[in-house]
C-alpha cells in the first residue's frame, strides 16, 4: 500500500512556542491530505483537509489561526500548533487518500509543558 | 451530521472469535472502512465495504448492511497480537473525508 511519512514522531515544547508537523506521502501524489487529533482513549476527530495549492477546510469548533495548514505541494502538507498551551497535548496524525482508501502516517506526540 | 455507534470494550480468550458491531447514520454513504490501532501507533487499513455483504480477508471478516446501516468485523482465532482498538469508519461523500466511530478497544487473554 502507500506510504505516508510523518515527522516528529514525539515532541516536547514549552508553553507559547510553535510546533510543526510535517507528513509526507512517498510514493504517490495528494492533492488532499487530512490532520486528525486523538486524545487518549477517544476516537480520531478530523481537524482539518489539507488542499494543494489552496487554503485548508477545518472543521467546527477548530482555530484557523491556532493551527495553520500548509499544503505548497502534492506530496507534502504541514501543521503548525502555533502558541502551544498544554491543552493542545495530544496525538496528531495525518492522512492522505490514494486509489480510494486513506493512508496514515505514524503520528505525532506533542506534549506542551 | 454523522453518528456513528460501537461497542466500548470487549474481551475474548486466545483462539475464539469476535465480532465488533457498527451502526451508522451519516448524511450520504460512500462506503465503510475498518481500521486497526495500536495503542500510540497510527490506525492500519483493515477492510472495506461499499456493497451488502461480507467480504473475507484471511482472518479478519466484514459485513455490511446499507439498508440496516450496520456494519460488523469478524475476528477469528484470535492472537494476542490481535488487542487493540478496532476503529468502524464512514466516508459520507465522492471524497477521501471519513467520519470515525469511537473505536472498540479488545482484548485478547490467554
Known amino acids: 500500500g502507500a506510504v505516508v511519512s510523518q515527522h516528529p514522531s514525539w515532541v516536547i515544547c514549552k508553553s507559547g512556542t510553535s510546533v510543526k508537523i510535517e507528513c509526507r506521502s512517498l510514493d504517490f501524489q495528494a492533492t488532499t491530505m487530512f490532520w486528525y487529533r486523538q486524545f487518549p482513549k477517544q476516537s480520531l476527530m478530523l481537524m482539518a483537509t489539507?488542499?494543494?495549492?489552496?487554503?485548508?477546510?477545518?472543521e467546527q469548533g477548530v482555530e484557523k489561526d491556532k493551527f495553520l495548514i500548509n499544503h505548497a505541494s502534492l506530496t507534502l502538507s504541514t501543521l503548525t500548533v502555533t502558541s502551544a498551551h498544554p491543552e493542545d497535548s495530544s496525538f496528531y496524525i495525518c492522512s492522505a487518500g490514494e486509489a480510494g482508501l486513506q493512508y496514515f502516517g505514524a503520528g505525532t506526540r506533542l506534549s506542551v509543558l | 451530521g454523522q453518528n456513528i455507534d460501537q461497542p466500548t470494550e470487549m474481551t475474548a480468550t486466545e483462539g475464539a472469535i469476535v465480532q465488533i458491531n457498527c451502526t451508522y447514520q451519516?448524511?450520504?454513504?460512500?462506503?465503510l472502512f475498518w481500521y486497526q490501532q495500536h495503542a500510540g501507533e497510527a490506525p492500519t487499513f483493515l477492510s472495506y465495504n461499499v456493497l451488502d455483504g461480507l467480504e473475507e480477508k484471511g482472518r479478519f471478516s466484514s459485513f455490511l448492511s446499507r439498508s440496516k446501516g450496520y456494519s460488523y468485523l469478524l475476528l477469528k482465532e484470535l492472537q494476542m497480537k490481535d488487542s487493540a482498538s478496532y476503529l468502524c469508519?464512514?466516508?459520507?461523500?465522492?471524497?477521501?473525508?471519513?467520519?470515525f466511530g469511537a473505536g472498540t478497544t479488545v482484548t485478547v487473554r490467554a
Open positions: 489539507s488542499n494543494e495549492g489552496s487554503k485548508a477546510t477545518y
Open positions: 451519516t448524511s450520504g454513504f460512500n462506503g
Open positions: 469508519a464512514v466516508r459520507g461523500s465522492n471524497d477521501y473525508k471519513l467520519s
